[in-house]
């Protein structure tokens, strides 16, 4: 449940949204 709750923080940050955004464009 922590590991769970690191990622939505980790996910909520803008910055982190559009490397992932930049990951699954590849």
Known sequence: EAVHQ???VIFE???VQD???KL???
């Open 6 to 8: 690191t990622v939505n």
């Open 13 to 15: 940050d803008p910055g």
């Open 19 to 21: 490397l992932v955004v």
């Open 24 to 26: 699954y464009q590849k």
